[in-house]
């Protein structure tokens, strides 16, 4: 085991007491984190500290935050002990962390990080200014280029323009200010060992697929190396679907069963590039073509490794030597493959340790985990697939060197079994349609001796999780709907559902048979009965349940085909109230400015009578509730950092007087900041003397602050809060009272943060509560503002990096603040050196010009998209493709139309995918990338709109007639004796 501290860290800026202790404890074999709990304890004094755990998927890196580590006027240690006993590890040792008194701001740690981004971390006993000019302050004697500095916490981040090796004096100067303002008293000097890079390889990009140009390039990056171990496996084209049956199309898993190694050679990089530095990322580029002769039909692996011999880095007299050469490749004899080198690539070794695998001056360094790997086949051939509930599938095939469809390509649709499915040819559009029997696993295309695979497979389709495409799903092509003439039941009520089943495509006889059945709220079967009873698909329910039914959730479901629907239904004992229970708040809603607020009760009979000394329990739950104004509109007034929660509590436990009167106070605020407006429900409970009792809810509204603030983000014209980089956006900001009027001159205080997940502690859904400061502690920028006339001000502000930013205002006065969140950057436009993280930009997103449409209307799409690209636009409803088309696009905004017909109503989806030529050097995005708009129809022909009539007043026990019918001269069916129990009665 060895334990890393890497930092102290305040738990909030404006309280120095309160201090977490950051590190790492990492373990030679795997730990669960439930068993890592007991290796490590922390105590400062007497005093045993909680430990909060977060373990890495590989199990051996365990992350852990000491947490109420105690920062008081003198000085105090820490001490972390550990022993491996509890996971049958024979090592135990412990480390003892200084806390400094407070008031004195120092540095505590100051170390060189390695990594892909070397830099300097400075660990400070108080948390930094935000914002702060350090130039001069801090700085790397012998060291005359540029710095860049980042403040988190206690924590500040030097970055160096170049590369520096050996011991360097680092020298803090007075000067530096820590959060509240105060500057470090005492100068510092550090000295800090740079050390040489390690050497080590990388991947460039993602891809999979080398379209077969002149060459077959293959890139990477590599440092302090001076050549490379190129291994070559290759899966048979014959093996492949029994490849995809284990893997996606870049898995490893089980590859000796499907292929075996081909090439093991080194590479020597200054014969790929002599302008190779050991200081900094070299990227070189092998051709395929030179090291093997490519199968168009095969899929290789290509894996990159090194031997101690071929480092560069420095390890003095010590330098590691390598025995073993390379393992000629000649089809009598495998070779050992370098990607089994847990050891080293040489093997086990006499004093081989586990802590060696870090330490490029040991052969455990040069082992598998620090080699890269990637799967590649060469092709043309780029697949796309679209599958409907109904088994129907859309076969698309393209050139991948220009994004031209291809015609007369073959398709093989195959089950998870490897049996053919279907075989179809494209057409001049490059696409094919078939009808399939059985789910399908994979599809090959086939081209001469060309090849293309997708595999199809549940949870491998695109992610539409940023798109607009909420709603029920079809089953086997198929919608139904359940529906009663109630939302409660009591026990013994008679039941009238019915089912509503669309057949749209019209391929169900008129007698076709459902299965109804009624699941209990234990989950019990209470009825299963088969119907073939309807009136144009719609089929009476009739059920009743017992007199002594469970109460609860019960359950209907529908059976037609294979498609089931279900829908649940509350069965409840519904007992009146005997007792009328008033709450006077004196108000219509409740504000902080009216706390305690005062609360009187009245009880009385139903027929008049007082409630005379009756107990009463009157219980307070507070909630949240979305804060808007009808006067801002474009403002978002709620605070993403503050997550307010509040138990509810009994807020009157007492006795009515004579008159069954009671008066009570309580307050609502608490001393967790709520994010905007609440909700406060009492419940009040008055107890007759034989001890039942009646109950009354009111909800009141509440203000906790006297004053709320507000910020807008402009949208663009695809309706996405987004900036462009490098260019000012401008952010508008407001203040409103209680009841959203506008308030002028009032101070704000505004602070945009990266909302990007920097370390292991803050990464989960939506962790943004480390942002919930007044002073905007850890803010990229900040800025005090005063509204102007109108109880508005506007910020303008520029970033420049590509990503998901959040703005956060507060009223200095209230207390209140809100956050909203944008993005910044725009793949086609922005961000053209390189700066882009790109992340999620597989998606694009467009825009149609309307928001419905009826039918016969043109349908007018706005999206952008690089010259010289294609897109397919396919319309799509809950079942199939309606149709597809192809546009060429241009380089900025392009308007695809099409008109809209009565299949597409009420709704269809356009699905577009965006296809870029693979050599095209106008942007560095996907070659394909997709986005999806829904689109409402509107067919008037279809749309009904029943008349009712019936007398003005009815009476008990008196016959009436009811007329129904349809305004325009529709037909309307009769009803029948079952609907007229539904309806009429």
Not at 246 to 274: F, M, P
Not at 445 to 472: H, I, N, P, T
Not at 725 to 740: A, M, R, S, W, Y
Request: aromatic content about 10%; hydrophobic content about 35%; charged content about 20%.
């Amino acid at each position: 085991m060895v334990l890393d501290f890497n930092r102290m860290e305040a738990v909030e800026s404006a309280d120095m007491t309160k201090q977490s202790l950051l590190g790492t404890l990492r373990t030679s074999d795997v730990v669960t984190a439930e068993e890592i709990n007991a290796v490590l304890t922390a105590k400062q004094g007497s005093t045993k500290l909680p430990i909060t755990w977060s373990t890495a998927s590989d199990q051996m890196n365990h992350h852990f935050v000491v947490n109420e580590v105690k920062r008081g006027t003198k000085a105090s240690k820490v001490t972390l002990s550990w022993d491996g006993k509890a996971i049958n590890m024979n090592q135990k040792g412990e480390q003892e962390i200084i806390i400094p008194a407070i008031g004195d701001f120092s540095i505590l740690q100051g170390k060189f990080i390695q990594g892909q981004d070397q830099h300097i971390a400075l660990n400070f006993s108080d948390p930094l200014q935000v914002g702060q000019d350090l130039t001069g302050l801090v700085t790397v004697s012998n060291y005359t280029n540029g710095y860049k500095f980042l403040i988190e916490g206690n924590q500040l981040r030097i970055y160096l323009d170049g590369y520096l090796t050996g011991t360097q004096r680092l020298n803090a100067a007075e000067g530096i200010k820590n959060s509240a303002g105060e500057k470090m008293a005492k100068a510092s000097v550090w000295q800090i060992l740079f050390e040489s890079p390690k050497p080590q390889v990388r991947l460039v990009g993602e891809g999979i697929i080398l379209p077969d140009a002149n060459s077959l390039i293959f890139p990477f990056e590599a440092i302090n190396l001076n050549a490379v171990e190129v291994e070559v496996f290759k899966i048979f084209n014959n093996n492949i679907l029994q490849f995809l049956q284990a893997n996606e199309i870049d898995g490893s898993y089980d590859l000796e069963r499907v292929g075996r190694i081909v090439l093991q050679q080194k590479v020597n990089l200054n014969q790929l590039s002599i302008e190779g530095t050991n200081a900094g990322w070299t990227r070189y580029a092998l051709d395929l073509r030179k090291l093997i002769t490519p199968d168009p039909q095969a899929i290789y692996q290509i894996r990159i490794g090194f031997r101690p011999t071929y480092s560069n880095y420095s390890c003095g007299e010590k330098s590691v030597k390598s025995e073993a050469g390379l393992v000629v490749v000649n089809g009598e004899e495998e070779p050992k493959t370098i990607w089994e080198s847990w050891y080293g690539i040489e093997g086990y070794y006499d004093g081989f340790e586990w802590e060696d695998r870090d330490n490029p001056c040991k052969p455990a360094y040069y082992n598998y985990e620090n080699f890269v790997r990637r799967n590649v086949f060469a092709s043309n051939l780029g697949v796309l697939a679209k599958g409907g509930s109904d088994n129907s599938m859309l076969l698309v095939v393209t050139d991948l060197r220009n994004a031209n469809p291809l015609s007369g390509v073959t398709l093989e649709v195959y089950d998870y079994q490897q049996q053919l499915l279907a075989t179809a040819q494209t057409n001049s559009e490059g696409l094919a349609n078939v009808q399939l029997a059985r789910p399908p696993f994979a599809v090959i295309a086939k081209q001469g001796e060309q090849r293309g695979y997708l595999k199809l497979m549940d949870g491998g389709a695109l992610s539409l999780s940023r798109f607009d495409v909420a709603g029920a799903v079809n089953q086997k092509g198929l919608k139904g709907f359940i529906y009663g003439e109630r939302s409660v039941w009591r026990p013994g009520d008679s039941i009238y559902l019915h089912f509503m089943l669309e057949n749209e495509n019209q391929d169900l006889p008129a007698n076709y048979p459902i299965t109804f059945e009624l699941y209990d709220a234990r989950g019990q079967l209470q009825e299963r009965r088969t119907t073939s009873e309807n009136v144009n698909y719609l089929y009476p329910l009739h059920t009743a349940t017992p007199t002594d039914a469970p109460t609860g959730n019960w359950m209907v479901k529908v059976k037609v085909g294979g498609a089931t629907f279900t829908k649940n239904i509350l069965i409840e004992t519904v007992k009146p109230n005997r007792l009328k229970i008033d709450l006077d708040f004196g108000k219509e809603k409740l504000s902080i400015k009216d706390e305690p607020i005062q609360i009187n009760m009245q009880v009385n009979w139903l027929h008049g009578a007082p409630a005379q000394n009756f107990n009463t329990i009157v219980e307070m739950e507070v909630k949240n509730i979305n804060t808007t104004f009808p006067t801002s509109k474009d403002f978002e007034f709620d605070d993403p950092a503050r997550t307010f929660y509040a138990e509810p509590k009994v807020v009157f436990d007492g006795t009515l007087n004579g008159n069954g009167e009671a008066a009570f106070a309580t307050n609502v605020t608490s001393n967790t900041p709520a994010a905007g407006k609440l909700l406060v429900q009492f419940k009040a409970r008055a107890f007759e003397q034989g001890g039942d009792f009646s109950t009354r809810t009111v909800t009141m509204p509440y203000d906790p602050y006297m004053s709320y603030a507000g910020v807008a983000i402009p949208t663009n014209k695809y309706g996405e809060k987004r900036l462009d980089i490098d260019k000012e956006g401008k952010l508008q900001f407001t203040i409103v009272d209680q009841n959203g009027n506008p308030i002028n001159n009032k101070k704000l205080s505004i602070g945009l943060y990266r909302a990007q997940w920097r370390w292991w502690w803050d990464n989960s859904y939506d962790n943004v509560a480390q942002y919930n400061s007044v002073q905007h502690l850890n803010a990229l920028k900040t800025n005090n503002l005063v509204t102007n006339t109108k109880g508005q001000a506007t910020w303008n502000v520029a970033v420049n990096e590509w990503g998901r930013y959040l703005v956060r205002v507060c009223d200095m006065e209230s207390g209140h603040c809100a956050g909203d969140y944008f993005y910044a950057g725009y793949p086609w436009y922005d961000d053209e050196d390189g700066r882009q993280n790109r992340e999620g930009v597989a998606m694009i997103a467009f825009s149609a010009d309307k928001d419905r449409y009826q039918v016969g209307e043109t349908i007018n799409l706005s999206v952008p998209a690089s010259a010289g690209g294609k897109a397919l636009v396919s319309i799509e409803d809950g079942t199939k493709v309606l149709q597809t088309f192809w546009v060429t696009t241009k380089a900025g905004d392009n308007t695809i139309s099409f008109k809209t017909t009565p299949e597409m109503s009420p709704n269809v989806y356009a699905h577009l995918s965006l296809l870029q030529p693979y050599g095209q050097e106008q942007n560095d995005l996907p070659i394909r990338m997709y986005g999806v708009a829904s689109i409402a129809v509107e067919d008037p022909s279809t749309v009904l709109q029943p008349q009712i009539k019936l007398p003005s007043e009815l009476k008990p026990e008196q016959t009436f007639t009811v007329e129904v019918s349809e305004k325009i001269a529709k037909i309307c069916p009769t009803p029948s004796p079952w609907w007229t129990r539904a309806y009429l009665t």
